[in-house]
C-alpha cells in the first residue's frame, strides 16, 4: 500500500514536471525522468554518458552520484546485486559486489573502486552507449531512404561507432559512426575560424532511446509528436550518422527552436553540405518529410550526394524518392 502511495506521489510529480517542462527541455527531462516511469533501465546508462564513466576512486563511506553509477554497474554484472542495493551510499554490500567482480576478472582484490577496476568497467559500459554493431544487416546503411513508412530492422546497431566527446565539443559522450566523425570535425573547425562555436547535443540514439522520446511526446503533446519525433526504427539517429546541433551564442541550448535563424543556422545552410552534412527536415519540406521544421538536425550522407540536393535544393526525402523512380 505504501509503494502504492509513493508511486501516486511519485508520478504525480513526474507528470506535473513533464506539463511544467517545455519542448525545449525534453529531452535532457525525458532521459532523467520519465525513463522510470515507463520502466526502461536506460536512464543510468545516459548517467553514465552524461558524467562520462566512472571518474574517481571510491571506497566505503563514500556516497552520492558516483557511488550510485558504480551500484547501477554491479547491479547489472552481479546477480546477486539487486536494485535495492542501489542507494548511493557505498555500504559493505557495494564492497562485496566489487570484491566479486574483483575476484572474476582477475583484479588485485580490495573491495574498492580502484583505478584497474574503473578502468574495467568503464570499458564495458561503454559498450551500452557505443554498442558493438551488426553492420552487415545494411552494408549501405550510410545511405538507406529512412522515412514515417521506410523503418531499420529491429534492434538494428550500426558498425563502428566511435565516442566523438574529445574530438568536438559536446556535454555528454556521444557515438557517431568512425567514418563520418572526421566530417563533423572539419566542419567545426572551419565554424571556429570564423567565429562560430557548435557542440553536439545527440547522436547515435538507441532505439530504447528513441522510443522513450517518442512515448513520453506523444503524453505530451498527442498526434502532433508524430510531426515532432520519429517513431523507433524509423531515426536517423539509430544510423549514428546523425548529429543535433547548438551553438553558443544560444548558451549550446539543444535541439531547441532558438538555433533557427543563428549564425551558425545561416552558416549550416551555405556550409553543411560542403561537409557531407544536410539538413534533414527543412522549413519548406514538412508535407514532403513528414516532420516539423528541424534547424538543428543534419544527417550525413557524402560529399556526393549532398552536394547534388543542394545544388537541386531539395530534400533528402526528395533525393532518395526520385533516385528509386
Ligand atoms: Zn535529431
Same mark, same amino acid.
Given at each position: 500500500?505504501?509503494?502504492?502511495?509513493l508511486?501516486?506521489?511519485?508520478?504525480?510529480?513526474?507528470?506535473f514536471?513533464?506539463?511544467?517542462?517545455?519542448?525545449?527541455?525534453?529531452n535532457?527531462?525525458?532521459t532523467?525522468?520519465?525513463?522510470?516511469?515507463?520502466?526502461i533501465?536506460?536512464?543510468? #546508462?545516459l $548517467?553514465?554518458?552524461?558524467?562520462?564513466? *566512472? !571518474?574517481? /576512486?571510491? @571506497?566505503?563511506?563514500?556516497?552520492? =552520484?558516483?557511488?550510485?553509477?558504480?551500484?547501477?554497474?554491479m547491479?547489472?554484472?552481479?546477480p546477486?546485486?539487486?536494485s535495492?542495493?542501489?542507494?548511493?551510499s557505498?555500504d559493505?554490500?557495494?564492497?562485496?559486489? #566489487?570484491? $566479486?567482480?574483483?575476484?572474476?576478472?582477475? *583484479? !588485485?582484490? /580490495?573491495? @574498492?573502486?580502484?583505478?584497474?577496476? =574503473?578502468?574495467?568497467?568503464?570499458?564495458?559500459?561503454?559498450?551500452?552507449l557505443?554498442p558493438?554493431g551488426?553492420?552487415n544487416?545494411?552494408?549501405?546503411?550510410m545511405?538507406?531512404?529512412?522515412?514515417?513508412?521506410k523503418?531499420?530492422?529491429?534492434?538494428?546497431?550500426?558498425s563502428?561507432?566511435?565516442?566523438?566527446s574529445?574530438?568536438?565539443?559536446?556535454?555528454k559522450?556521444?557515438?557517431?559512426?568512425?567514418?563520418?566523425?572526421?566530417?563533423?570535425k572539419?566542419?567545426f573547425?572551419?565554424?571556429?575560424d570564423?567565429?562560430?562555436?557548435?557542440?553536439?547535443?545527440?547522436?547515435?540514439?538507441?532505439?530504447?532511446?528513441?522510443?522513450?522520446l517518442?512515448?513520453?511526446?506523444l503524453?505530451?503533446?498527442?498526434?502532433?509528436?508524430?510531426?515532432?519525433?520519429?517513431?523507433?526504427l524509423?531515426?536517423?539517429?539509430?544510423?549514428?550518422?546523425?548529429?543535433?546541433?547548438?551553438?553558443?551564442?544560444i548558451?549550446?541550448?539543444g535541439?531547441?527552436?532558438?538555433?533557427?535563424?543563428?549564425?551558425?543556422d545561416?552558416?549550416?545552410?551555405?556550409?553543411a553540405?560542403k561537409?557531407?552534412?544536410?539538413?534533414?527536415?527543412?522549413?519548406?519540406?514538412?508535407?514532403?518529410?513528414g516532420y516539423?521544421?528541424?534547424?538543428?538536425?543534419?544527417?550525413?550522407?557524402?560529399?556526393?550526394?549532398?552536394?547534388?540536393?543542394?545544388?537541386?535544393?531539395i530534400?533528402?526525402e526528395?533525393y532518395?524518392?526520385?533516385?528509386?523512380?
Open positions: 500500500m505504501k509503494n502504492l502511495f508511486s501516486f506521489i511519485f508520478l504525480g510529480v513526474a507528470v514536471a513533464l506539463l511544467f517542462f517545455t519542448f525545449q527541455n525534453l535532457q527531462f525525458v532523467t525522468q520519465v525513463a522510470s516511469i515507463i520502466g533501465d536506460i536512464n543510468q #546508462v $548517467d553514465w554518458s552524461s558524467q562520462r564513466g *566512472l !571518474n574517481k /576512486n571510491l @571506497t566505503i563511506g563514500n556516497s552520492g =552520484r558516483d557511488v550510485r553509477l558504480l551500484q547501477y554497474a547491479n547489472k554484472v552481479s546477486n546485486f539487486g535495492k542495493n542501489i542507494t548511493g557505498f559493505a554490500k557495494t564492497a562485496k559486489a #566489487v570484491s $566479486d567482480f574483483q575476484k572474476s576478472n582477475n *583484479l !588485485n582484490v /580490495n573491495g @574498492t573502486l580502484d583505478s584497474n577496476t =574503473r578502468t574495467l568497467l568503464n570499458d564495458l559500459y561503454f559498450k551500452e557505443c558493438d551488426r553492420g544487416i545494411f552494408p549501405d546503411e545511405t538507406i531512404h529512412l522515412n514515417k513508412s523503418s531499420l530492422p529491429e534492434d538494428y546497431i550500426p563502428d561507432l566511435i565516442d566523438i574529445d574530438s568536438v565539443k559536446t556535454f559522450i556521444i557515438c557517431l559512426k568512425q567514418d563520418v566523425a572526421p566530417f563533423l572539419k566542419m573547425d572551419d565554424a571556429e570564423e567565429g562560430i562555436n557548435f557542440a553536439v547535443t545527440s547522436g547515435f540514439r538507441r532505439p530504447e532511446v528513441q522510443s522513450l517518442y512515448k513520453a511526446l503524453f505530451l503533446k498527442g498526434e502532433k509528436a508524430k510531426y515532432r519525433v520519429a517513431e523507433p524509423h531515426s536517423e539517429h539509430q544510423l549514428g550518422t546523425t548529429i543535433d546541433l547548438t551553438e553558443k551564442s548558451n549550446y541550448l535541439a531547441d527552436s532558438k538555433f533557427d535563424g543563428t549564425v551558425g545561416l552558416w549550416l545552410k551555405q556550409n553540405y561537409y557531407g552534412f544536410v539538413l534533414s527536415y527543412p522549413r519548406d519540406k514538412m508535407f514532403i518529410t516539423d521544421y528541424e534547424p538543428w538536425h543534419y544527417r550525413f550522407l557524402g560529399l556526393e550526394i549532398t552536394k547534388e540536393i543542394f545544388d537541386r535544393d530534400s533528402v526528395e532518395f524518392g526520385s533516385s528509386e523512380n
